[in-house]
């Protein structure tokens, strides 16, 4: 198949794994409920996520490097709610 | 950086983002409750870990094949229990 579309695939596939966690950072801030989300979920995802980051780093790889960026971000977002919500919802 | 240390790097991101869906699915099958987790999320990630795992195909990289495959099997899961469930309490 032609380079061009091959990348593209990968391209279109890095921009659905990137930008799939918006819908669910809106949802938990809108509802303000995050109790089925699992936790321990997006840890280890925050943390593989950083370990692709550094990955992307050493081998001076753009694509890697932007996606996992905006992911972390997004991941770290969602762990720093569920927290925050928890906390609230045991009165701390 | 020794190339072998680089390649661990990636291999334990790869782990990390491919096998962190478990707690998920655990919990929404053990708790029975999905409610706050973004169906829309799901789709947009399962649509993207298969774009994935066809590009993965087409530079004939056993990694990204790998890691895509499970995680398209794990993220279907979580679509079709997630369905279920929201079938079952709108009564259908």
Chains 1, 2 share one sequence.
Not at 34 to 44: E, G, V
Not at 60 to 70: E, F, G, Q, S, T
Not at 84 to 89: I, L, P, S, V
Request: proline content about 2%; charged content about 10%; overall charge positive.
């Amino acid at each position: 198949m032609n380079e061009f579309f091959v990348e593209l695939i990968g391209m279109l596939g890095a921009i659905c794994t990137t930008f799939c966690f918006l819908p669910q950072i809106i949802k938990i801030l809108q509802t303000k409920h995050a109790r089925d989300i699992s936790l321990i979920m997006y840890i280890i995802l925050t943390i593989g996520v950083f370990l692709w980051l550094i990955y992307g780093i050493l081998i001076h790889k753009w694509p890697i490097i932007l996606a996992n960026a905006v992911t972390f971000i997004f991941c770290a977002i969602i762990v720093t709610v569920k927290i925050t919500w928890e906390n609230k919802n045991n009165g701390k």
